[in-house]
T-cell receptor
Framework: EPEVTQTPSHQVTQMGQEVILRCVPI?????FYWYRQILGQKVEFLVS????????KSEIFDDQFSVERPDGSNFTLKIRSTKLEDSAMYFC??????????????FGDGTRLSIL | QKEVEQDPGPLSVPEGAIVSLNCTYS??????FMWYRQYSRKGPELLMY????GNKEDGRFTAQVDKSSKYISLFIRDSQPSDSATYLC??????????FGTGTRLLVSP
């Protein structure tokens, strides 16, 4: 069964450094998302991306965050100047075409980001 | 009031029991309801996906949505130790953002 893959599984970074989290969505999917889960808390929406542009973003997704689909298969989340509070699991998700909201989102296994 | 509320558990049951997991929500615009299962150090895995009110069954799993009460449920029949995981409810008005509950940790003992 096709799946969303994320790399790396664990990223350790010094505070203030830039980090790029990578995702390969399911191949025929057109909608892409990033969520995060701080330890012990619920999964929170960050951003959705469709047709090469952001379609929705949360209050968490401020100017230090950016997303990109650099080619036909990868989807990345960049955090420009990491803070201690950015430490979390970051999940990528994708959903197939079929109308907004009609199709369920499929998640990868996440990247655990640890900021020191 | 939180947008989506879910008892964090843990909920401990013996193998073979029927499990009932629930979420309540406050936003009447939610139209699509999902249940995800999350094992430790893994991503959410889609279990059930329903639109509006009603029931949906898939093997040992049944999802129920009662929009009038703003209440959704997931029932697991003949629970197995392999069902031990955290179960997340999620919902959306039909736009792309999913709103999750905190998750209920389920422990099924042999």
């Amino acid at each position: 069964e096709p799946e969303v893959t994320q790399t790396p599984s664990h990223q350790v970074t010094q505070m203030g450094q830039e980090v790029i989290l990578r995702c390969v969505p399911i191949s025929n999917h057109l909608y892409f998302y990033w969520y995060r889960q701080i330890l012990g808390q619920k999964v929170e929406f960050l951003v959705s991306f469709y047709n090469n542009e952001i379609s929705e973003k949360s209050e968490i997704f401020d100017d230090q965050f950016s997303v990109e689909r650099p080619d036909g298969s990868n989807f990345t989340l960049k955090i420009r100047s990491t803070k201690l509070e950015d430490s979390a699991m970051y999940f990528c998700a994708s959903s197939p075409p079929g109308g907004v909201g009609n199709q369920p989102q499929h998640f990868g296994d996440g990247t655990r980001l640890s900021i020191l | 009031q939180k947008e989506v509320e879910q008892d964090p558990g843990p909920l401990s049951v013996p193998e073979g029991a029927i499990v009932s997991l629930n979420c309540t929500y406050s936003n009447s615009a939610f139209q699509y309801f999902m249940w995800y299962r999350q094992y430790s150090r893994k991503g959410p895995e889609l279990l059930m996906y329903t639109y509006s009110s009603g029931n949906k069954e898939d093997g040992r799993f049944t999802a129920q949505v009662d929009k009038s009460s703003k209440y959704i449920s997931l029932f697991i029949r003949d629970s197995q130790p392999s069902d031990s995981a955290t179960y997340l409810c999620a919902m959306t008005p039909g736009f792309q953002k999913l709103v999750f509950g905190t998750g209920t940790r389920l422990l099924v003992s042999p």
